[in-house]
């Protein structure tokens, strides 16, 4: 059960002062409302005794008021202390997911399902959030209050009517203690179904167009609704078992409140307590049940809040996977494929086989190939978004190794197959590629990609919002914002892979040319099914089932007669053969 105050143990420690003096004012705020059960007790025993007095009732009914006074103002100070602290906790461990995603390769997102990892982000986070306030809360307040009210009860009135009116407890958190393990097995398999329907909520929202153009609707519904049953159902369990446990508490309480008002009778007969002692040890009683209560439920609460940390944590340690040691920085752009064989984390076959291939500073170098071949993964090598594989990938006499991620993505402008734009402007998505960048700079890009005509249709230039909350752009825009995006940051090595598809032959000419002018002296990797770009290439690859099929320049590939020809004579005479 303490599992998770262990584990968050950093953060107590950090936070020791915020934690002692919430303790402190805890005891304060304990001790002070013990208080008023007493003052009541003295007043019906001055009552009955007839020695009440205006001036003794004035005093009673101050000391009263000072006392509640005092415990408000206590306990406003300490909930704000521990709800601060609830929160600061939920904001760190939010920023370290977040700064984890950003950092951890692709792999580990097709290991992590989306809207599981947001599950955790959020749900999971509530969980921790709920068990550092509530969870604690009651670990001090009720042990403490707990503690000073049975003090009070043998001190104030009688110690064997408080052993005989407590007897019954005992047997609560026993039974406390068997439930608590069922709800949280009920618990962790709620969070698990709460991820799963994460999942397809955001699978429908992402293909709703799809959906509705294929009149899916009714079985996508029917899909979703047994998700959301199968979360229900379990997330009613928990309730269900929750529910069990209050009425438990009240059973419980209630039995030890007929000891009390049977056994007091029999002592007050006695003359051993007063009436007024009665009245006094009743309240106490009732004061109990909130941390019998609260009690029951810390178990609960502290364990679904570790269990929750376990799935965070789990994420937190993942380590990933592409080694970041090197911290070398090339100064040239000269690449050397060796021999570089690579399979996916979750492929089962190879898919790159044995890829050799220099190419010097400065030169371009043209990838074809059927779709499926390899040119996208011979990439992600390059970027080093997977482990590497076998065989030497060297860039500027180093292997990639010993480069750091950071270092070797700087010197790269990547245009990647999936356009992917912010819900910024036109601008914004230009200028994340250098932030830095000059007026100049910037109309330099949009020249280059020939974007300048479209700006001008656009409502509102630059300053068109793009994506979920602009305008609906077209697949060929899009591309070429994405290509504006990394021709502004002028890199050492530039990759379109497959980024002017959508774009029609004329701009693409245009595109290229822009490209082939300003980046004379610099290294050009294209990727295209439309042989068209790559012609003036330094060197073409054809890629096949992860190998190289052909290599040379377009002259000698056309005179080779083998994929690249076929396809450059198809293309020639716009596929009428
Ligand atoms: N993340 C991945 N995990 C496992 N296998 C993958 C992954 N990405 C791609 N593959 C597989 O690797 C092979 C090569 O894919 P790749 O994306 O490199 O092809 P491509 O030549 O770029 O195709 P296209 O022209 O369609 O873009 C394919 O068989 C594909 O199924
Ligand atoms: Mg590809």
Do not use: C
Request: hydrophobic share 45%; charged share 25%; proline share 2%.
């Amino acid at each position: 059960m303490f599992e998770f105050l262990i584990k968050l143990k950093w953060f107590f420690k950090e936070n020791k002062w915020r934690y002692i003096s919430i303790l402190a004012v805890l005891i304060i705020v304990n001790v002070l409302e013990v208080i008023p059960a007493q003052l009541i007790g003295r007043a019906i025993d001055f009552i009955s005794t007839g020695e009440i007095t205006l001036m003794l009732m004035w005093q009673l009914i101050i000391a009263f008021v000072v006392v509640i006074l005092l415990s408000y103002a206590g306990g406003f100070i300490w909930q704000y202390m521990l709800i601060g602290g609830a929160v600061k906790i939920e904001s760190i461990i939010r920023m370290k997911l977040m700064r984890k995603f950003l950092m951890m390769s692709p792999s580990f997102f097709e290991k992590n399902k989306t809207g599981d990892l947001m599950a955790r982000a959020t749900n999971d986070l509530r969980s921790v959030h709920q068990a550092t306030a509530w969870g604690v809360l009651t670990l001090i307040d009720a042990t403490t209050f707990m503690g000073t009210i049975i003090l009070a009860m043998g001190v104030t009135v009688s110690w064997e009517l408080t052993f005989y009116a407590l007897l019954p407890l005992p047997l609560l958190a026993l039974i406390e203690a068997k439930l608590g393990r069922k709800i949280n097995a009920a618990h962790k398999e709620s969070q698990e179904a709460f991820s799963s329907m994460n999942n397809s909520v955001l699978e429908v929202v992402e293909g709703v167009r799809l959906t509705r153009s294929y009149v899916q609707e009714k079985d996508e519904r029917r899909r979703f609704r047994g998700v959301t049953d199968e979360y229900l159902e379990r997330f009613m369990k928990v309730e269900r078992l929750d529910a069990l446990f209050q009425p438990l508490t009240i059973l419980v309480t209630m039995t030890s409140f007929m000891v009390a008002l049977g056994y007091g009778a029999v002592l007050a007969n006695k003359g051993v307590i007063t009436v007024g002692d009665i009245v006094t040890f009743n309240i106490y009683l009732n004061m109990l049940v909130w941390p019998m209560f609260a009690l029951g439920m810390l178990f609960n609460i502290l364990q679904r809040g570790n269990a929750s940390l376990t799935r965070i944590y789990k994420v937190l340690d993942t380590e990933d996977d592409v080694n970041d040691d090197g911290n070398d920085v090339i100064g040239n752009t000269d690449m050397n494929f060796d021999d570089v064989s690579f399979t996916y984390p979750l492929s089962k076959r190879e898919n790159l086989r044995q890829v050799s291939i220099k190419l010097k500073s400065g030169q371009t170098l043209g990838i074809a190939g059927r779709t499926g071949s390899g040119k996208t993964t011979l990439i992600k090598q390059l970027l080093k978004y997977y482990p590497q594989g076998r065989g030497r990938l060297v860039i500027d006499d180093m292997d990639i190794g010993r480069l750091g991620k950071k270092e070797l993505r700087e010197k790269i402008g990547y245009v990647s197959q999936e356009n992917i734009l912010f819900s910024r402007t036109v601008e914004a998505n230009i200028r994340f590629g250098s932030p830095g960048a000059t007026e100049e700079e910037l109309q330099e890009a949009i020249r280059l990609s020939a974007l300048d005509a479209d700006l001008g249709r656009m409502p509102y230039g630059l300053d068109t919002m793009v994506g979920e909350k602009g305008i609906a752009l077209s697949g060929g825009q899009k591309q070429r914002i994405s290509i504006a995006r990394s021709l502004i940051k002028d890199p050492e090595i530039l990759i379109l892979d497959d980024a002017l598809s959508a774009v029609d032959a004329k701009t693409e000419k245009r595109i290229i040319d822009n490209i082939r002018q300003s980046r004379k002296d610099r290294t050009t990797i294209i990727v295209t099914h439309r042989l068209s770009a790559i012609t003036h290439s330094d060197v073409i690859i054809v890629m096949e089932d992860g190998e190289i099929l052909e290599m040379g320049t377009h002259g000698e590939l056309v005179e080779n007669s083998g994929w690249y020809s076929v396809q450059n004579d198809y293309y020639q005479t716009g596929g009428a053969s």
